[in-house]
């Protein structure tokens, strides 16, 4: 069995930081994701690490930037 994976990288600016996000893209494989795009934001000191789904990898950026800006839950 074998996943075929994209990866988009994404730079966001969060305040005075910059973080690159590793966006993958699911192109096949027997993988079952919540939508088909997803980034993993690792754990920090006072928060969980978060998985973000999304319909396309913008969207997925967009999300991550938000949740990296305040940390908030993907609701």
Same mark, same amino acid.
């Not at 928060?47 to 839950?73: N, P």
């Given at each position: 069995?074998?996943?075929?994976?994209?990866?988009?990288?994404?730079?966001?600016?969060? !305040? @005075?930081?910059?973080? =690159?996000?590793?966006?993958?893209? &699911?192109? *096949?494989?027997?993988?079952?994701? !919540? @939508?088909?795009?997803? =980034?993993?934001?690792?754990?920090? &000191?006072? *928060?969980?690490?978060?998985?973000?789904?999304?319909?396309?990898?913008?969207?997925?950026?967009?999300?991550?930037?938000?949740?990296?800006?305040?940390?908030?839950?993907?609701?």
């Amino acid at each position: 069995m074998c996943v075929i994976l994209k990866e988009h990288r994404y730079v966001v600016q969060v !305040g @005075a930081v910059n973080h =690159v996000l590793r966006i993958e893209e &699911l192109i *096949s494989g027997p993988a079952v994701w !919540g @939508a088909k795009f997803r =980034v993993n934001i690792p754990a920090d &000191l006072n *928060s969980r690490a978060e998985i973000i789904y999304g319909a396309t990898a913008d969207e997925v950026a967009e999300l991550a930037a938000d949740f990296l800006g305040g940390r908030k839950s993907k609701a």
